[in-house]
């Protein structure tokens, strides 16, 4: 079992900035891919980023060059910095890992970007 605890979130302006936080239970150098979704009302969860065997990473086309992915294996926590922030980047964000076989979700974090 792996528990992700998801903690940054709230309300800024367009343009403004936030980091989000994603603590994992268990080691992550054993976790083969963490990374983040959005779920915006009424819409379907979307990959936002994520980072795969340790090293390489994938963005949406939506956030890349503003959001960065990355992660401090000695917390065992993965980082989503969110620069130059959107009203469509309005959701709920929540952390995500694929442990073994096994998909593992945190209980998500609001993002509102007010304009």
């Known amino acids: 079992q792996v528990q992700l605890v998801e903690s940054g979130g709230g309300l800024v302006q367009a343009g403004g900035s936030l980091r989000l936080s994603c603590a994992a239970s268990?080691?992550?150098?054993?976790?083969?891919?963490m990374g983040w979704y959005r779920q915006a009302p009424g819409k379907q969860r979307e990959l936002v980023a994520r980072?795969?065997?340790?090293?390489?990473?994938d963005y949406a086309s939506s956030v890349k060059g503003r959001f960065t992915i990355s992660r401090d294996n000695a917390k065992n926590t993965v980082y989503l910095q969110m620069n130059s922030l959107k009203p469509e980047d309005t959701a709920v964000y929540y952390c995500?890992?694929?442990?073994?076989?096994?998909?593992?979700w945190g209980q998500g974090t609001q993002v509102t970007v007010s304009s």
């Open positions: 268990i080691s992550i150098f054993s976790i083969s891919i």
């Open positions: 980072i795969i065997s340790g090293s390489s990473t």
């Open positions: 995500y890992s694929k442990w073994g076989a096994n998909d593992y």
